[in-house]
């Protein structure tokens, strides 16, 4: 049996799939595995990552690259779906049996618009994620915790698809593997139902100030921080300059004047607003049937009906008529380059199969035509990949460079994006890239959290596939001739280069 190859790529490229914008990449392995049925001897050397990762298990028949065929076993395991359950106006709940896990999970989401209340809803959370009213301290929180047999509890904000969601998280043993089997699931809804009532308040009404000032604190080293993971702060500084004067210009935790102004009392209604009117969706894995999840939220997790969403659609900048760029100096050895390209008439959330898998060619591994071409064969760059924002119709090319390399990896990034809009792409770059998207979706149903967050990011973008298993079908069928036409609509916008010179401006030649 042909041994697997083991390809490295960025964890933001398989969260994608689920309709997600977000262009943080964290690098994760994903197991990609050979077509047994093939016969043969590989094709060309073996690499650092073991067999040839240009011809991945092809060979030529009769003249024509001969591809291996995907069978079920590519695909995921089929895994029961979740149930829709409206609960009142703006209220629904997503149930799941689940029998495989030996935790119950509970996720509650509440959406809110993007705007220049984001630095307010992150205090509220981070106040939120330290205790309740019945809970005022960390140290109440972890024995009340310990008293659920070491229940796990969170809160959090993110910016999903256009939006803002705050989001809580609770999970605990299922009781049926206790002794005396107790009712562990009905007392986490109840200390969840405690949390939505707010975080602990002082006396005169307004969160604890010493408290608050810690989480003010936090947050604010949090935003210094980025600067010190380069690539990221090359990221933001390139969406600064191509969404200057809009909110996606900023990061989403805010400007550190947003933060240090921040109020008790604004934050603090902000957060119980968003609670009480943010449009909810309540996910529930656990070993119970439909009808008895919903009894069971009904009962121990009402929440009031509320205004469904009404999302503005993005305003959607043209690209420039000729590229913008920006230099900017930082004491550092490897700059960072970063370029902005926007999709002519874009439409939030389109081609999404075909822009996914166009996106894994170009940059999205160890096997796409950044890695290899640019990185490999001429040594340009120490890293190199993209990520498509499906939201703004904005895709980002980032690479780690020799200062003196800067023109010369520009032009060879461009050069790959040109051969793509030509129609350069090989039958094995297309089967690499959707065994890599298969392979991932395969580990989704494996956590009980990522099937969350993959199904819920697929319901803010209106996906259809109700199980994995017809989302990775739906990418087995994509389209490769749309490619083309898809990335002949790219139209650089922005070059941002973090050198170890001075700032300057400039414009490069389209």
């Known amino acids: 049996m042909a041994s697997g190859v083991w ?13 997600s914008e977000t262009p943080a990449v964290c690098a994760s392995r994903i197991r ?63 149930h799941r049996r689940s029998d495989r896990f030996k935790t119950e999970l509970v996720r509650v989401f509440f959406r809110a618009p993007l705007d220049d209340r984001r630095t307010e809803r992150h205090l509220f959370a981070a106040l939120l994620g330290r205790g309740t009213g019945s809970t ?7 024995a009340r915790m310990q008293d659920l047999y070491g229940a796990g509890y969170g809160a959090s904000v993110q910016r999903l698809s256009g939006r803002h969601v705050l989001g809580l998280r609770a999970s605990t043993v299922s009781g049926r593997w206790l002794p005396g089997r107790p009712k562990n699931l009905r007392s986490l809804l109840q200390f969840l139902s405690e949390a939505l009532q707010g975080p602990p308040i002082g006396p005169d009404g307004l969160p604890i100030e010493d408290v608050f000032e810690q989480e003010r604190r936090t947050l604010l080293r949090d935003l210094q921080s980025r600067i010190t993971n380069k690539s990221r702060y090359a ?20 400007r550190a004047e947003d933060i ?12 119980m607003r968003v609670l009480s009117e943010g449009e909810a969706d309540i996910y529930l894995l ?58 002519e008439d874009w439409e939030p959330g389109e081609s999404h199969r075909e822009s996914l898998l166009a996106d894994v060619i170009l940059g999205g591994g ?15 760059c120490y890293d190199v990949r993209s990520t498509l924002d499906r939201n703004l119709g904005v895709w980002t090319v980032t690479a780690g460079i020799k200062p003196a390399m800067c023109d010369e990896a520009l032009t060879a990034i461009r050069a790959e994006i040109r051969a793509m809009k030509a129609g350069h792409i090989t039958a094995e770059e297309v089967d690499t890239a959707r065994r890599a998207i298969l392979s991932g979706l395969r580990a989704v149903p494996d956590s009980q959290s990522s099937l969350v967050e993959f199904f819920f990011r697929r319901r803010l973008t209106k996906r259809r596939e109700k199980t994995v298993e017809a989302v990775a079908r739906s990418y087995a069928r994509a389209s490769v001739t749309a490619i083309p036409d898809l990335m002949a609509r790219l139209r650089l916008d922005t070059v941002f280069f973090l050198d170890s010179v001075g700032q300057v401006e400039a414009t490069v030649g389209a």
């Open 7 to 19: 390809v490295l790529m960025a964890a933001a490229k398989i969260r994608m799939a689920s309709g």
């Open 32 to 94: 990609v595995t050979s077509d047994s049925s093939m016969s043969g001897p590989p094709v060309g050397p073996l690499s650092p990552y073991g067999r040839d990762l240009a011809t991945p298990r092809s060979f030529l028949v009769g003249g024509l690259v001969r591809i291996p065929q995907r069978g079920p076993r590519f695909l995921p395991r089929t895994e029961s779906a979740f149930t829709t359950i409206p609960i009142d106006r703006g209220v629904t709940l997503h």
């Open 136 to 142: 005022p301290t960390r140290r109440d929180l972890a």
């Open 235 to 254: 990221m933001d500084r390139l969406r600064q300059e191509m969404f200057k004067g809009q909110v996606f210009a900023d990061p989403d935790i805010g």
């Open 260 to 271: 240090q102004g921040a109020e008790r009392a604004a934050c603090l209604a902000e957060g």
């Open 286 to 343: 656990a070993p119970c049937t439909p009808l008895q999840a919903e009894k069971l939220i009904r009962k121990h997790l009402a929440l009031a009906p509320r205004r469904r969403e009404r999302l503005m659609r993005p305003p959607l900048a043209a690209p420039r008529r000729r590229p913008r760029r920006v230099t900017e100096a930082l004491d550092i050895e490897q700059g960072k380059l970063a370029l902005g390209f926007r999709v």
């Open 366 to 380: 160890p096997t796409s035509k950044l890695f290899r071409n640019v990185r490999e064969a001429r040594s340009l």
